[in-house]
């Protein structure tokens, strides 16, 4: 199987500013990937690249196996729910599924009718006055009847209240748990992607930090703490994502395929959050399979 | 698609589509009436003192307004459908929704404009003509077709404009990716281009005529008094549904007289006139019997050279400058369609990636990627070769 999403040293500039560079990437198909990133790190910039709404400065992007070239039979096989969840606020409900069924040749008439019915959405309601809950579900439902291979979602809960976000969320599982479907979801909450994704990307300024499977991750990294020392003497297997040393103690962050025998060391389990955040500090050291060096700095 | 451009052109359509009703309700009724007491002074026949200034002087507040309706149609429609067409979807970011079906970008663009498009055309060119229908009468006894404010505002040539203004408003709309700076954009543009093709273009489409005409006292000659003493001067001679450009005195041998040797020529014809002793305005010599001799001694020597565009330019004038104008539309539409679609991604060099030292911090505006542009990459020329 292809993968969902491949980039190889992917750039993309805007005037002289570098939103994404030398970003090098391979997604598994059928995954729920969760991008995590802070605000301008590149995760907007990518997940458009991927849907072919703009294009690289350099490098390459592929999604499912095919180059991102803009053309009908590939723009068929994705489907995208934007930031923010734009749709034409003077069309009503209804007119944006004959909008889908018109722009798209495998839509799903059934499943959009059915979503709607489920949404309790009123079909003449023009969505410039539907709440915003009900219009990022109305995106999710536009995006998913074209029923895509790949559904790419960016920031689709941030600017929604708690209750709107899980039942988001909750229809979001549903459909991937019916359809074989891989799915990239951008967001800065990651507490909304632990539940979520069993895949995980970090961007940090314009390049990825972290990537790989969300259970690998959390089984190779520890939060050790026991009496002060430099980091630099630790086993070479062990690699510090993030310190901190008071006067006597030391607490580090590693990453480590082996377990850690020192019995001067606390050992303790992480949360996905907790190791994200430590690779988004701005001093962190990239760990993306190892292999992404970070340029120019 | 073709339901997708119909419903987001509906509502401005209609909108469209009900002032036109009223408008051609307002020129039918109206023209019909200046027919009938265009048909009671006897028509072309009409006594030049009384009924030729009853049609004249007929509705003549309506026809001040249905002359710049004419002219800015074309501008409206350019800013109001075109302008919009791309520049809304880039403002609002929807273009992220209707971009992201299964259809390209050119597709979807070439739908939109072919319905907007041929509306366009289709409105300036019935507006056109009611508008040269109810002008008819006029025109038939003002006999001044090819002069620019008319040529302009008849015909088929509205066509052309709104054409052009429509294409010209969504390759606006495209560049500067907002509505309102696009529309006046659209507007700025528009205008400058008309006034240059008229005064700049129209007159070289076609090769002028010349006429030599003699002098002929009350056709626009008269005295003037120049640097050089007194001289004749020459206006523009009426030619019946002509355009005249250009106007010379000349010789016999068709030579441009200056002002100092028409001077001399009078001075040396009519003394009383142009004399040492004459003063302008003054003096005997400038009666209008003592004028008229003078001007037909003066005519044996100096005829009048004018370079005009005959009456039977019109249409192929009309013909030509609608073409020019649909022709610039295409090439805007095209030019547009061409940047909005995709190229292929440009593959770096091995190693390239690393030259890039100038790289500002990616971090420091947040959230800046979303409206950053994403149509126009002045660095990426090369051309898609994208499927159906």
């Given at each position: 199987?292809?993968?969902?999403?491949?980039?190889?040293?992917?750039?993309?500039?805007?005037?002289?500013?570098?939103?994404?560079?030398?970003?090098?990437?391979?997604?598994?198909?059928?995954?729920?990937?969760?991008?995590?990133?802070?605000?301008?790190?590149?995760?907007?910039?990518?997940?458009?690249?991927?849907?072919?709404l703009?294009?690289?400065?350099?490098?390459?992007?592929?999604?499912?196996?095919?180059?991102?070239?803009g053309?009908?039979?590939?723009?068929?096989?994705?489907?995208?729910?934007?930031?923010?969840?734009?749709?034409y606020?003077?069309?009503?409900?209804?007119?944006?599924?004959?909008?889908?069924?018109?722009?798209?040749?495998?839509?799903?008439?059934?499943?959009?009718?059915?979503?709607?019915?489920?949404?309790?959405?009123?079909?003449?309601?023009?969505?410039?006055?539907?709440?915003?809950?009900?219009?990022?579900?109305?995106?999710?439902?536009?995006?998913?009847?074209?029923?895509?291979?790949?559904?790419?979602?960016?920031?689709?809960?941030?600017?929604?209240?708690?209750?709107?976000?899980?039942?988001?969320?909750?229809?979001?599982?549903?459909?991937?748990?019916?359809?074989?479907?891989?799915?990239?979801?951008?967001?800065?909450?990651?507490?909304?992607?632990?539940?979520?994704?069993?895949?995980?990307?970090?961007?940090?300024?314009?390049?990825?930090?972290?990537?790989?499977?969300?259970?690998?991750?959390?089984?190779?990294?520890?939060?050790?703490?026991?009496?002060?020392?430099?980091?630099?003497?630790?086993?070479?297997?062990?690699?510090?994502?993030?310190?901190?040393?008071?006067?006597?103690?030391?607490?580090?962050?590693?990453?480590?395929?082996?377990?850690?025998?020192?019995?001067?060391?606390?050992?303790?389990?992480?949360?996905?959050?907790?190791?994200?955040?430590?690779?988004?500090?701005?001093?962190?050291?990239?760990?993306?399979?190892?292999?992404?060096?970070?340029?120019?700095? | 698609m073709t339901?997708v451009a119909w419903r987001q052109f509906r509502t401005p359509a209609?909108v469209t589509?009900?002032?036109?009703?009223?408008?051609?309700?307002?020129?039918?009724?109206?023209?019909?009436?200046?027919?009938?007491?265009?048909?009671?002074?006897?028509?072309?026949?009409?006594?030049?003192?009384?009924?030729?200034?009853?049609?004249?002087?007929?509705?003549?507040?309506?026809?001040?307004?249905?002359?710049?309706?004419?002219?800015v149609l074309p501008a409206l429609l350019g800013m109001f459908w075109g302008a919009p067409l791309l520049a809304r979807e880039l403002e609002s970011g929807t273009y992220r929704l209707a971009w992201?079906?299964?259809v390209t970008r050119r597709r979807w663009l070439l739908v939109k404009v072919a319905l907007g498009g041929a509306a366009a055309l289709a409105v300036a060119g019935?507006?056109?003509?009611?508008?040269?229908?109810?002008?008819?009468?006029?025109?038939?006894?003002?006999?001044?077709?090819?002069?620019?404010?008319?040529?302009?505002?008849?015909?088929?040539?509205a066509i052309g404009y709104a054409g052009f203004a429509f294409a010209l408003g969504v390759a606006a709309g495209a560049l500067l990716r907002r509505t309102l700076p696009a529309m006046i954009a659209t507007l700025l543009g528009f205008v400058a281009t008309r006034?240059?093709?008229?005064?700049?273009?129209?007159?070289?489409?076609?090769?002028?005529?010349?006429?030599?005409?003699?002098?002929?006292?009350?056709?626009?000659?008269?005295?003037?008094?120049?640097?050089?003493?007194?001289?004749?001067?020459?206006?523009?001679?009426?030619?019946?549904?002509?355009?005249?450009?250009?106007?010379?005195?000349?010789?016999?041998?068709?030579?441009?007289?200056?002002?100092?040797?028409?001077?001399?020529?009078?001075?040396?014809?009519?003394?009383?006139?142009?004399?040492?002793?004459?003063?302008?305005?003054?003096?005997?010599?400038?009666?209008?019997?003592?004028?008229?001799?003078?001007?037909?001694?003066?005519?044996?020597?100096?005829?009048?050279?004018?370079?005009?565009?005959?009456?039977?330019?019109?249409?192929?004038?009309?013909?030509?400058?609608t073409?020019i104008f649909l022709a610039a539309a295409a090439a805007l539409i095209g030019a547009t369609a061409w940047r909005l679609g995709r190229?292929?991604?440009?593959?770096?060099?091995?190693?390239?990636?690393?030259?890039?030292?100038?790289?500002?911090?990616?971090?420091?505006?947040?959230?800046?990627?979303?409206?950053?542009p994403l149509v126009l990459l002045p660095?990426?020329?090369?051309?898609a070769?994208?499927?159906?």
């Amino acid at each position: 199987m292809s993968a969902a999403l491949a980039t190889r040293r992917l750039g993309k500039r805007f005037g002289r500013r570098w939103a994404l560079s030398g970003c090098t990437l391979q997604v598994p198909a059928g995954r729920v990937v969760g991008l995590v990133g802070s605000n301008g790190a590149g995760k907007t910039t990518l997940l458009h690249l991927a849907v072919g709404l703009d294009e690289p400065s350099e490098g390459t992007i592929a999604v499912l196996g095919e180059e991102v070239a803009g053309a009908s039979s590939q723009l068929s096989r994705v489907g995208f729910v934007a930031q923010d969840t734009p749709l034409y606020p003077a069309l009503s409900v209804e007119d944006h599924l004959r909008l889908g069924a018109a722009l798209n040749p495998g839509w799903d008439a059934t499943l959009a009718r059915d979503r709607v019915r489920q949404l309790a959405l009123d079909p003449r309601q023009r969505a410039g006055t539907l709440s915003g809950g009900q219009r990022a579900q109305l995106a999710l439902t536009l995006a998913t009847a074209k029923r895509p291979e790949l559904l790419v979602l960016d920031e689709p809960v941030a600017s929604l209240d708690p209750l709107a976000r899980r039942e988001f969320l909750r229809s979001l599982m549903e459909f991937t748990a019916e359809h074989a479907v891989s799915v990239v979801l951008s967001s800065h909450l990651i507490a909304d992607l632990e539940r979520l994704c069993d895949y995980l990307v970090l961007l940090a300024e314009g390049q990825v930090q972290l990537a790989g499977d969300a259970d690998e991750l959390l089984a190779s990294h520890r939060r050790i703490s026991g009496p002060r020392r430099d980091s630099a003497r630790l086993p070479a297997n062990q690699q510090v994502v993030e310190e901190s040393h008071t006067e006597r103690q030391s607490t580090l962050l590693v990453r480590t395929d082996e377990p850690i025998i020192d019995p001067a060391w606390e050992v303790a389990e992480v949360s996905l959050e907790d190791i994200v955040l430590a690779y988004m500090r701005p001093d962190a050291r990239p760990a993306a399979d190892g292999k992404a060096p970070k340029a120019g700095r | 698609m073709t339901w997708v451009a119909w419903r987001q052109f509906r509502t401005p359509a209609l909108v469209t589509l009900g002032l036109f009703v009223a408008f051609a309700l307002l020129v039918l009724l109206t023209g019909l009436h200046l027919r009938d007491v265009y048909n009671s002074v006897g028509g072309a026949h009409c006594d030049a003192r009384g009924g030729c200034t009853a049609v004249a002087g007929h509705d003549k507040a309506l026809a001040q307004v249905l002359q710049p309706a004419l002219l800015v149609l074309p501008a409206l429609l350019g800013m109001f459908w075109g302008a919009p067409l791309l520049a809304r979807e880039l403002e609002s970011g929807t273009y992220r929704l209707a971009w992201t079906q299964s259809v390209t970008r050119r597709r979807w663009l070439l739908v939109k404009v072919a319905l907007g498009g041929a509306a366009a055309l289709a409105v300036a060119g019935l507006a056109s003509w009611l508008v040269s229908w109810w002008y008819a009468p006029l025109d038939h006894l003002n006999r001044i077709s090819l002069e620019p404010t008319h040529f302009s505002e008849r015909g088929i040539v509205a066509i052309g404009y709104a054409g052009f203004a429509f294409a010209l408003g969504v390759a606006a709309g495209a560049l500067l990716r907002r509505t309102l700076p696009a529309m006046i954009a659209t507007l700025l543009g528009f205008v400058a281009t008309r006034l240059a093709v008229t005064y700049l273009v129209r007159p070289h489409l076609l090769a002028a005529r010349h006429a030599l005409l003699p002098l002929t006292f009350g056709q626009g000659v008269g005295l003037l008094a120049g640097p050089e003493g007194i001289t004749i001067y020459a206006g523009a001679p009426t030619i019946p549904n002509a355009w005249v450009l250009s106007t010379k005195l000349v010789d016999h041998a068709h030579h441009t007289l200056g002002s100092s040797q028409l001077h001399d020529l009078l001075a040396r014809t009519c003394p009383t006139i142009a004399g040492p002793d004459a003063q302008y305005g003054k003096g005997p010599g400038f009666g209008g019997s003592a004028f008229e001799s003078c001007l037909h001694a003066v005519s044996r020597h100096v005829q009048l050279l004018v370079a005009y565009q005959p009456p039977s330019h019109y249409w192929p004038l009309q013909a030509l400058e609608t073409a020019i104008f649909l022709a610039a539309a295409a090439a805007l539409i095209g030019a547009t369609a061409w940047r909005l679609g995709r190229r292929p991604a440009p593959r770096p060099a091995v190693g390239e990636s690393s030259q890039r030292a100038e790289r500002p911090d990616a971090a420091s505006e947040p959230g800046a990627e979303i409206d950053a542009p994403l149509v126009l990459l002045p660095d990426e020329r090369r051309r898609a070769d994208e499927g159906s």
